[in-house]
């Protein structure tokens, strides 16, 4: 009795199977694929069955995820397509898996590839958050964080590349508007002691001028005036020492940045041999520090900050156009990478020296050009390659100008050494028969 029952449900569970085959089978379509897709199915029952492999399950979990993409957008999915996954699925989950099926199922699976272009199906995995499994022994400190927030799910890929990418452009713009403000409290110290130094020069010259014609001829204004000259120099000279004492700690700091152990006695401004020694030595260090962060670290960080922002544009196109995929990161790192050697390389090529010691507004060219060759590094980096394409390209070997050119050089050569060697022979043979002695 038992044994009939058996033979009963086995009977209708093939009985049920071929008639689900032969409902895949009598589907009408157009399609000549679709119905290759069918048929294959009824070979089912006459090849060996075997289980799904790792692949084959990611492959089905991706097919899951594609046709609720496809659903969900509203894109046109053919019936048959649609019917044949979700078979696959069913013949998976009971462990019915056959090489008919994979190949139907991988042919089911190019199809899904093809409907869901330009998107991918690593852009749809990184747009969508992903469940958090439990730990089967979690730490005290995970336990006390669920409790708190009750996370379940963690962020999208892309969702947590623009926090990190924005994270970090938050930190360059801060460290670059420290950087920045550094460098315009040294640079405007110092121009207002170049500027202070300037007006000193003149006013000495015209006391100097003053004082022959007051030695000559004594007259009032002449004194007035030459008292009026003195007390400007000594005001322009008070400013002059007080922008040093400002200047002081702003070297001080610099040297602590920059791992400078050297440490100068503290004489700043004072009206003596060593204070002038010491007020010179710090002009000019000051200078020093202000032509490296004019020069190199600023261009650096200005270039920096220009491949962020192209990131950051570039990263919010992809997130609107679900076409964000983890391998995204890698371009987006190179990317910064490459911003920051053209900031660097625009402050060491087109950085101008002369207008950072002078600390005007020219100083703030490189800094903009650092900007723009960071944000647009694929423009610079085309320019340099035109550039040493039109410098080199008479030295190329490979340049038919060139080397047709070269021929003629060589040809022209080597009929003249022909010309010079048929002009000499006439003479020799001369020479040869005059030097020959006569005999009877």
């Known amino acids: 009795m038992e044994n009939h029952n058996h033979q009963e449900e086995l009977k209708d569970e093939k009985l049920h199977t071929e008639d689900s085959l032969a409902g895949l089978i009598g589907q009408e379509t157009d399609d000549r694929s679709d119905s290759d897709l069918t048929s294959a199915f009824a070979e089912v029952e006459k090849e060996e069955k075997y289980e799904l492999t790792e692949d084959g399950r990611d492959r089905l979990q991706k097919a899951d995820l594609m046709l609720n993409f496809i659903t969900n957008s509203g894109i046109d999915i053919p019936e048959q397509l649609l019917r044949t996954v ?17 190949a139907v199922f991988l042919m089911s699976y190019n199809e899904l590839v093809k409907l869901i272009k330009p998107l991918s199906v690593d852009s749809i995995i990184s747009s969508r958050p992903t469940l958090v499994e439990d730990d089967e022994n979690p730490s005290p400190i995970n336990k006390f964080f669920k409790k708190i927030f009750h996370k379940k799910f963690r962020v999208a890929s892309s969702l947590r590349s623009v926090r990190i990418y924005s994270f970090l452009t938050a930190v360059m713009m801060i460290l670059l508007l420290v950087t920045q403000i550094f460098f315009y409290l040294g640079s405007t110290r110092l121009a207002s002691i170049t500027e202070c130094e300037a007006q000193l020069e003149e006013k000495q010259k015209r006391l100097n001028e003053l004082m022959l014609f007051s030695g000559k001829v004594e007259d009032a204004a002449i004194q007035s005036e030459c008292d009026k000259v003195y007390n400007d120099c000594i005001e322009i000279d008070n400013k002059r020492k007080s922008n040093i004492d400002l200047l002081g700690p702003w070297v001080k700091h610099a040297r602590k940045i920059s791992l400078n152990s050297t440490i100068y006695t503290d004489t700043i401004g004072i009206n003596s041999r060593n204070g002038d020694k010491a007020n010179t030595a710090i002009i000019q260090e000051a200078k020093s520090f202000a032509i490296i962060i004019g020069i190199y670290i600023l261009p650096l960080l200005y270039g920096i900050i220009g491949g962020f922002t192209f990131v950051l544009r570039d990263l919010t196109e992809d997130i609107r156009k679900l076409t964000f995929t983890k391998g995204s990161n890698t371009k ?16 060491l090529f087109w950085g101008d020296i002369e207008s950072v010691q002078q600390f005007g507004l020219a100083s703030l060219s490189p800094m903009l050009l650092a900007f723009l060759g960071g944000y647009c590094v694929e423009y610079l980096l085309q320019f340099l390659e035109k550039t040493a394409k039109s410098f080199f390209k008479k030295y190329d070997p490979e340049n038919e100008p060139f080397r047709k050119e070269r021929k003629d050089v ?11 060697s048929k002009e000499s022979k006439p003479e020799e043979v001369k020479e040869k028969t005059e030097a020959k002695p006569v005999t009877a």
Not at 332 to 347: E, H, K, P, T
């Open 86 to 102: 979700v078979k696959c699925k069913y013949i998976a989950k009971k462990g019915e898996w056959t090489p008919s099926t994979e």
């Open 332 to 347: 987006y790192i190179l990317r910064i990478l490459l911003g920051a050697i053209a900031g660097l390389s625009v402050g």
């Open 410 to 420: 060589v040809v022209k050569e080597v009929i003249k050494e022909v010309k010079e």
